[in-house]
């Protein structure tokens, strides 16, 4: 399942949306940064950076301008494009690559054009930090552990460091589908029926144990038939209503960058038709020490 930071980087794609931040005050997800061509511009984007990993994730808003409110707490007042959003955007990643330490993996930006001019240079960059697993993260220039807790930055308490300091790295299971072959179906003459195979990738750096996941229940798809198809490697159960669950034992487990074949699906049509329709397919995956990562897939259709 996405995070908030990741939803909100997703959708901060056009100046319009960007614009839509104006009234807003800066909270736990986004800070909003003015750019001037100073070191203590890269100081402050570091900083900011550092507090965002070293809490759940954060996206960093350049070319908008924030300032305190009657409470204290900054409210974005207006846009303050940048001139040249390429060059800016090269100076932020590498400021976040030189001064925060041990660094980031997972840093995503782009830049987002004021205008649709041709040759236009002026906009806004956007910058995604991504929550970091295990020890935490300094900035150099300062040498402090910083944390975002609401709409500050604010440098990390002892016992907070501490305690990252002995963090496991956490795993982060995917699902993939992929469309396998077509077939006859062995206990119905004159029927064929499309396979899916389900796998799960451990993209994290932890191992993935107690590995699960589950699918959305569609009167199409069906699991293995176990007089004539190899089983489902995980037990399946129908204990959540509208969902199929799939669930991995205690010895099951998934190394990072390590992929299991989970089971394969079967997509069935009518017989007088020969195509097989598009359909959805909505996936959860959750282990131990993870919270459920939900997909969906588009399963095009096909015609024999």
């Keep these: 399942m996405s995070t908030n930071a990741e939803r909100l980087y997703d959708r901060l794609k056009t100046a319009t949306a960007i614009r839509g931040l104006i009234g807003q005050t800066e909270d736990g997800d986004f800070d909003c940064k003015e750019w ?20 759940t994730g ?10 305190p409110g009657p409470d204290g707490v900054d409210v974005v007042r207006e846009e303050k494009p940048v001139a040249d ?52 993260q300094r900035s150099a220039a300062s040498k402090e552990f910083y944390v975002r807790i609401g709409p500050r930055t604010l440098p990390m308490a002892y016992f907070q460091i501490e305690d990252r300091f002995g963090r496991r790295p956490h795993p982060r299971l995917v699902v993939d589908i992929k469309n396998d072959q077509i077939r006859p179906v062995p206990f119905q003459p004159g029927t064929r029926q499309r396979i899916l195979v389900v796998s799960v990738t451990n993209v994290g750096r932890g191992i993935a144990r107690f590995p699960s996941l589950r699918y959305s229940k569609l009167q199409v798809i069906g699991l293995p038939n176990p007089t004539y198809d190899e089983p489902p490697l995980w037990p399946s159960s129908e204990a959540i209503p509208g969902w199929i669950s799939l669930r991995g ?5 998934v190394y990072p960058e390590e992929s299991l074949l989970v089971t394969k699906l079967f997509q069935y049509k009518h017989p007088a038709s020969r195509t097989f329709p598009a359909v959805t397919i909505v996936t959860e995956a959750v282990c131990d020490n993870m919270p459920p990562h939900r997909q969906s897939f588009e399963i095009e259709a096909v015609s024999e």
């Design 36 to 55: 001037r061509p100073h070191p203590s511009a890269r100081q402050s984007i570091a900083k900011a950076a550092c507090g965002f990993t070293n809490a």
């Design 58 to 67: 954060g996206v960093i808003v350049i070319g908008m301008m924030a300032r």
């Design 85 to 136: 959003v390429e060059a800016v955007r090269s100076d932020v990643e590498d400021a976040i690559s030189k001064i925060v330490e041990p660094g980031i993996e997972g840093v995503q930006s782009r830049v987002v054009p004021l205008t649709i001019r041709p040759k236009s240079k002026d906009g806004f960059v956007v910058v995604f930090i991504p929550e970091s697993e295990g020890s935490p």
């Design 249 to 253: 034992s205690a010895n099951d487990v």
